[in-house]
């Protein structure tokens, strides 16, 4: 366990009495909408398959519609409760760790990064047909302007099934988190840093030979770290530039940061910004309605991650600003 | 039939293969020569921004002037003589100057102040990271050619050719270590 992550989260540090404050609510939305509604809908469909059973119960139709309304009336009444209690999650939790990681950056919880922003990047080519996100911050670290938020972009597909009756998939171009920085180098060119797909699934030679086919993203970059090569596949418009972005120092600390989220990871240089997206598998900073909220387990992951990508800016040491960009 | 079939096989054998491996060594052999290019320009416009630190370092540093006189020595032999080995064995030097000096303004607080300097301070680092760029640019060029020329059957046509190996940039030892230059200059 990190050292002083407990301190904040529970039991004596600033969040203890804001999360036992959130508890409360927590308990009383379940118990006035949540077992109300779950209940309405049990007795509802228990209506419903006595009227569709073979020995059918006319009668019993009449009360399952009515229990099914009643239902759907605590849902639509536990909208607002629901958004307050979210609201005052994030306002009054997720504040409170991002301030305590680095006090002075800006919250939003209802803001993300634009899409135009986030297809600028050249890191992902798909164009989304749902572009979502939230918990979007923005501030400065040190010298470095950063922002970052939770994004997820997804393309759909439609089938149709043999009764020709339509089905729609969504599937993930990307979700995670979108984080974005001043370079601390002044460059003109293109630079993408993808995980390596090709070599890790055709192995060296055929897996090269795939990723020269890829034109579009520019030129294959090849360098000289070993590991870096074999975790990544890079593409530029400037042999020199891209070299002059990806030092050996550079490299090997995106190297750490791979290992140390353990996720896909996905970097670009571009008008002197960097893009990374961090890949991740759930919605974060987000309280849960099911369980407890004084188990810290959820929070010291956001903790963690949160921790992580304001780090970024030292763990890619983008505060040293000695070539020329103040 | 059968003679039109040899007669095509044979063409591509020994035609259409030589021709593509041709053409693909003397693509590789102008990437390199392009990348040694790149470096030449940079080279170049460290060597420009030379008299301006000098001028501007000479009225405070009073104990490195010998140094100072060793690196406008080099950059006029530098500008005199354009082939790659003199460029090559020039930077080397001159990179090792260079950094000697850019410690040295430790001693010289004024210096380190001086607005005029730091522009070129911040200039020199920029170039030399891009220096160390493209020379890390020419040596990959360099290592897909000198593969290319010796792996068969290309070896057959670059003996023939007289497609001769190239050799690597030496990259100074502290280039190659992780050194954290903001600490240098930054305390």
């Known amino acids: 366990m990190e050292n002083g992550r407990n301190d904040i989260v529970f039991p004596d540090g600033a969040l203890g009495p804001v999360l036992e404050d959130l508890e409360k609510s927590r308990l009383l939305i379940k118990k006035k909408y949540f077992t109300p509604l779950t209940m309405a809908f049990i007795a509802g469909a228990i ?29 639509v009444l536990a909208q607002k409760p629901l958004n307050e209690y979210k609201n005052a999650y994030k306002k009054n939790v997720i504040k409170t760790l991002i301030d305590t990681i680095h006090p002075g950056l800006d919250y939003q919880p209802r ?47 439609e089938t149709r099934d043999s009764k020709g009756n339509r089905h729609t998939q969504w599937h993930d ?35 090269n030979a795939l990723q020269k086919l890829n034109k579009g993203r520019g030129d294959l970059i090849k360098l000289e770290n070993v590991d870096f090569e074999k975790a990544f596949v890079v593409y530029g418009n400037d042999q020199v530039e891209s070299r002059y972005i990806l030092t050996p120092d550079l490299m090997e600390r995106i190297l750490k940061v791979k290992e140390k989220t353990g996720k896909p990871l996905y970097i670009s240089f571009l008008d002197n910004t960097m893009f990374v997206a961090l890949s991740q598998n759930k919605d974060l900073f987000e309280p849960s309605m099911g369980k ?30 000695i070539w020329g960009k103040n | 039939m059968a003679p039109l079939l040899l007669i095509g096989v044979l063409l591509f054998f020994f035609l259409i293969i030589p021709i593509i491996i041709y053409n693909g060594l003397i693509h ?15 080279l170049k416009k460290r060597y420009d921004l030379i008299p301006n630190l000098v001028n501007t370092v000479k009225t405070y540093m009073t104990h490195e002037k010998e140094t100072l006189t060793k690196i406008t020595e080099l950059r006029a032999k530098a500008l005199a003589n354009r082939d790659p080995d003199t460029q090559a064995q020039v930077d080397q030097e001159m990179t090792g100057l260079m950094r000697s000096i850019m410690v040295a303004v430790e001693n010289y607080p004024q210096l ?11 200039s020199l680092n920029n170039i030399e990271e891009q220096i ?38 030496v990259i100074p030892a502290e280039e190659r270590k992780n050194v954290d230059v903001g600490s240098l200059f930054n305390s």
């Open chain 1, 47 to 75: 209506f419903l398959i006595a009227f569709l059973s073979k020995n059918e119960v006319k009668w019993t139709l009449i009360p399952s519609i009515l229990s099914f309304l009643t239902g759907i009336v605590y849902v």
């Open chain 1, 111 to 157: 803001l993300c990064i634009p899409e135009s922003r986030f297809m600028a990047s050249g890191l992902f080519t798909r164009t989304p047909d749902r572009y979502r996100g939230d918990d979007m911050v923005t501030g400065m670290v040190g010298k470095t302007q950063i922002s970052f938020s939770e994004i997820r972009a997804q393309y759909k597909t």
């Open chain 1, 173 to 207: 171009i990307f979700r995670g988190i979108f984080f974005i920085a001043d370079f601390n180098k002044p460059f003109k060119t293109r630079t993408l840093v993808l995980p390596d797909m090709a070599e890790r699934v055709f192995g060296s030679l055929f897996g």
């Open chain 1, 292 to 321: 407890s909220l004084l188990n810290t387990k959820p929070l010291e992951e956001y903790y963690t991650i949160l921790k992580l990508v304001i780090g970024l800016v030292e763990d890619f040491n983008l505060n040293t600003r």
């Open chain 2, 28 to 42: 590789k052999r102008n990437m390199v020569d392009n990348a040694f290019a790149s470096i030449d320009a940079m």
């Open chain 2, 112 to 122: 380190k102040a001086n607005e005029n300097f730091m522009q070129l301070q911040a």
């Open chain 2, 132 to 169: 160390a760029a493209a020379r890390r640019a020419y040596n990959a060029a360099v290592t897909t050619y000198n593969t290319a020329i010796q792996i068969f059957p290309n070896s057959i046509i670059a003996n023939m050719k007289h497609f001769k190996p190239r050799e690597l940039f």
